[in-house]
Structure formats: C-alpha cells, structure tokens
C-alpha cells in the first residue's frame, strides 16, 4: 500500500494481478479482492480505474460510496494525470530527450478479441504523450551464434485519453503511421514472441509500469501526486 485516507486508498499493483475478478474461482485474487480486504470496513464499490493484468503500478480504490463516484467522476472527466514508464523492444526513430504526441484513433478488432486495432474512420479518440529515457543494447540469445545484440529503448508514457491496451498499441504502431514503431517489451498481443535462451523462447514481464498518479483529493479538492518506486526503472 502506497497510502491511504478514509475516502481512498493508493497502492501499487503487481505485474500479473487482475484489477478485478475474473470469471471462475481461481480467477477471484485481484488488486480490488486485497484492497477489500485491507480496508474490511470499506462501504464503497472500490473500483474506480483498471491496469491491465501484465501492467503493474499505481491504482487508487474508493473506500466510500461517494469517494468512488466522486473519483470515478474524476476520470470520466480526464481530470487525473498518469505517467507510465516502458521498455520498447527496440531501437525508435526518435532521439534520447525527443517528446512528442501520438494521436491514433482505435477501436476493438472485432474479429481478433481482445486485439485493438488502428481506424482512422470509425475508432475513438487515443491520444499518448511520450518522452525518450534513453537507450541500451545487451545481448540476448542462447550461446554461440545463436547470440545477438538487443537495442531497447526506456520512454515515458502519458496517456491523456485512457482507452484499453492505448499505450500498448501506440507503442507498436509503426512510425509510418504515427507510432513509436516498437511494441513494449513482454507484450503478449502486439510484441514479439519472447526471449530465445538455451535453445527455447522465454517471455518476459510486460516492461509496462504505472509510476505516476495524481488526482484531486475528495475532501479537500486539492491535488495530490503519488510516485512508485516499483518497478523496473523510474
């Protein structure tokens, strides 16, 4: 837990953690299922937002009715403000310090769920601002000539519109169209198949991480800020 009032609680999801239940009971464990029963006295419905199961971070949870509508309200409105930080499995187009916007609309592929998809003619608006951290290679593979170098590439992402897996396909969109063309690292939708070691693939974590949260606060109205330290870089 990140920190808590009466009203909310902020805390920090594991990467491969449901948001919300699922369906089926081994599918009951979720962010929200710990913060119930962190905060046994909680009258409110809890959920206000939803990371993705492979994306860790920062949620915040309505303890009270009216904090979690009050919140709720709060993102319908696109008044809390996220950044995330990702690995990009790749070397981008764009230098180390460069920022910029990438503004692709996107609706669900019907035909592919639960695929995202590009449409410039019937999607809703997806806006993304992001920043280059920098850029490293290492080599990757199983021994041998099997080895080879991998360039990565450390952004900053934030998403001002919060459509689902938003960041995830804008990372991935090819520069051509108006993306940052490298999925994120670990993206089992829209990246590469995974780490080839000792003769098989292995897939990573989603390098997917929710570091930054700010929000007004429902008593006070002010705006507060929450920082993770999570992670895998900040």
């Known amino acids: 837990m990140i920190f808590a009032t009466s009203a909310y ?16 009971e081994n599918k009951q ?20 937002h ?10 915040v949870f309505g303890l009270t009715a009216d904090a979690q509508r009050a919140l709720s309200m709060q993102f319908e409105r696109r008044v809390p403000r996220k950044k995330y ?6 070397a981008t187009e764009l ?6 916007e990438v503004n692709l609309p996107m609706r ?21 601002r992001y920043r280059v951290l920098g850029r490293s290679a290492g080599e990757a593979g199983g021994g041998g000539k099997e080895r080879f170098e991998k360039v990565r590439t450390r952004v900053e992402l934030e998403p001002v519109t919060g459509r689902a897996h938003q960041l995830r396909l804008h990372a991935a969109t090819a520069r051509q169209q108006g993306g940052l063309g490298c999925p994120i690292v670990g993206d089992p939708l829209y990246g590469h198949t995974g780490l080839f070691l000792g003769g098989r ?14 929000f007004l606060d429902v008593v006070s109205g002010e705006r507060v800020e929450f920082w993770s330290e999570g992670g895998f870089g900040n």
């Open 29 to 48: 464990d979720c962010a929200a299922a710990r913060v119930r029963a962190m905060f046994p006295e909680a009258t409110g419905p809890l959920v206000v």
């Open 201 to 214: 693939h292995e897939r990573e974590r989603l390098m997917l991480h929710a570091k930054y949260l700010s």
């Open 85 to 90: 930080v990702a690995v990009l499995d790749g």
């Open 50 to 59: 939803r990371l993705d199961m492979e994306t860790s971070g920062l949620m």
């Open 108 to 128: 669900a592929d019907v035909e592919h769920r639960p695929w995202k998809m590009i449409d410039y003619l019937n999607g809703r608006a997806a806006l993304t």
């Open 95 to 100: 230098g180390v310090g460069e920022e910029g």
């Open 9 to 24: 609680a902020v805390v920090e999801k594991p990467p491969g953690l449901l948001s919300v239940p699922g369906k089926g």
